[in-house]
């Protein structure tokens, strides 16, 4: 969990609750420590640093002095919490000074009952930001399938907190049931994760204005029980929808979003959906897509599209590159363009059909995603970039699926159209390039030189390695690469840390300390 830090935020609301009373604290003539006599704000920002509230509470052994300091702590958090009564116990402490500005509670498989324990109380005390987190072994990962039996467990009734600003829930496949009255007045921020959601109320009246009036960003993912969302909102300025199962009707009216991701939602059911978003910047839609039940509204302000996937090799009537097609159509100009090609690994003798995409929506800033299994990702990267020439920033990241041994073998289809390499192409505006997971294979080695060939005024070039790529390997890339890069391109080296891809670091030259 976050720890909160200490700066004047905590020490400003520790400040407003009050002194303790004289009778916690020891006299100076009884052996007073320094440490117990700082003011109460100051002894609260100590306890801040501490990982949990259970921890805080412990320092209640140290002297009377500190006895009921924990109490005044502006937040609560518990980290794999036994019981839920437990949590009450504490909200409803005696001469607990009631605002919370932020709890934040995991638990490991807890019961429906346990966490509607101290649900109530909660809402009651709290005045800022709600996180919970019921890990279940097995399905920690929201991107993993949902089970079948999801929401089998019990429902939890969530009830209404009219003073929070942000309420964020994993259930891990519990049921829930939304409040039935109520207004969460100062809610900024809502996120469901892995909930069934059951009862008469449905989440879009839940989410529009009249109830949560404030909302500004929604996002719902792995959950069941939402077949369709109806949404009225003048507040809401990011919409984030993600593998939804069993929904089938999408209705936006929100005159101030910005963000819209959909994502996996409508699955094999024909997409059905109106959006009315005026203000609308920014649309993920890797989703299915039909223009005959899908009405996108006006979307003249729209500056960043991201697509579903096409599939290089594949059956002609591929459903996924008929919708990446369908959507496309619709667009003339995007500021920043993102779309994903797929190779299978055994691509077989499926038909090549990069053909079928004639034309891209004119845009400067362009990412290409590149699933490519150990195959030849450059035809179908040189398709796309000739249909882009006026391009001036090219970002493309390379995809592993580990543990899948490359079917790719001499001979293999995906080097063609075999002449690829030898057709002419401009690329006179593209003046930076970022490449990311790079393991140094041939086929990357040739796609770099050809593109430094066509992109004749590239000012800069950023190479982020895959984190399996020692430093010895990377250091022959980067002699290769300066064989026939340009000396007027600079061209930076990067490699990760560990496999946990947080941070990357410069490659120096070899005649320089690496900078760590």
């Not at 009952?113 to 649900?119: E, F, K, N, P």
């Not at 929201?142 to 009734?157: H, R, T, V, W, Y």
């Not at 090549?352 to 990702?377: A, C, K, R, W």
Request: net charge neutral; proline share 5%; aromatic share 8%.
């Amino acid at each position: 969990m976050a720890q909160s830090g200490g700066g004047g935020g905590g020490g400003q609301i520790a400040a407003k609750r009050g002194k303790l009373s004289s009778s916690d604290a020891d006299a100076g003539a009884d052996g007073e420590d320094r440490l117990s006599a700082l003011p109460d704000e100051v002894l609260v920002l100590i306890l801040l640093r501490l990982r949990t509230t259970t921890e805080a509470a412990r320092t209640s052994v140290l002297a009377r002095r500190w006895r009921r300091v924990w109490l005044l702590l502006p937040e609560l958090r518990f980290h794999l919490a036994p019981d839920g009564h437990r949590i009450r116990k504490v909200l409803l402490a005696p001469n607990a000074p009631p605002p919370l500005h932020r709890i934040s509670v995991v638990t490991e498989d807890s019961a429906p009952d346990s966490l509607g324990a101290w649900l109530p109380d909660a809402a009651r005390r709290l005045s800022g930001a709600l996180v919970y987190h019921r890990i279940v072994p097995g399905v920690e990962d929201l991107a993993s399938p949902m089970p079948d039996e999801a929401g089998e467990g019990g429902a939890i009734q969530l009830p209404c907190f009219e003073k929070a600003t942000r309420i964020e829930i994993n259930l891990g496949l519990l049921g829930l049931d939304l409040p039935l009255a109520g207004t969460f007045a100062q809610l900024t921020e809502l996120s469901l994760y892995r909930v069934h959601l059951r009862g008469p109320i449905e989440l879009g009246d839940f989410v529009s204005s009249p109830r949560s009036p404030r909302l500004q960003k929604l996002r719902i993912r792995d959950a069941r029980g939402v077949d369709k969302l109806t949404i009225h909102s003048e507040s809401l300025l990011e919409v984030d929808l993600r593998r939804l199962k069993g929904f089938q009707r999408l209705s936006i009216s929100a005159s101030a979003l910005n963000e819209l991701n959909l994502l996996k939602c409508f699955g094999k059911n024909q997409p059905v959906a109106f959006i009315c978003a005026p203000q609308l910047e920014s649309l993920a839609w890797t989703d299915s897509y039909d223009p005959s039940s899908v009405d996108l509204g006006n979307l003249g302000q729209l500056q960043v599209l991201r697509t579903n996937g096409f599939f290089v090799f594949s059956k002609p009537d591929c459903r996924y590159n008929r919708d990446f097609l369908r959507l496309l159509q619709q667009f003339r100009f995007i500021r920043s363009l993102g779309i994903l090609v797929f190779y299978q690994r055994d691509i077989g003798n499926f038909p090549y059909l990069m053909e079928d995409i004639t034309m891209l929506p004119l845009t400067e800033f362009l990412t290409v995603e590149v699933v490519n299994n150990g195959h030849n990702f450059g035809p179908s990267s040189f398709h796309i970039l000739r249909l882009c020439t006026g391009i001036r920033r090219l970002s493309m990241k390379l995809h592993i699926i580990r543990g899948l041994k490359s079917a790719c073998h001499p001979g293999c289809i995906c080097d063609q159209p075999a002449n690829w390499k030898a057709q002419e192409l401009s690329l006179n505006r593209l003046r930076k390039v970022e490449l990311a997971g790079l393991e140094g294979t041939e086929h990357e080695v040739v796609f770099l030189e050809q593109l430094f060939s066509w992109a004749t005024v590239l000012k800069k070039m950023e190479i982020t390695f895959d984190y399996s790529v020692s430093k010895s390997k990377a250091r022959e890339l980067l002699r290769t690469l300066a064989s026939f890069s340009r000396p007027e391109t600079l061209v930076e080296f990067y490699m990760y840390h560990d496999a946990g891809k947080k941070s990357v670091f410069l490659l120096a030259p070899e005649d320089q300390e690496d900078t760590q």
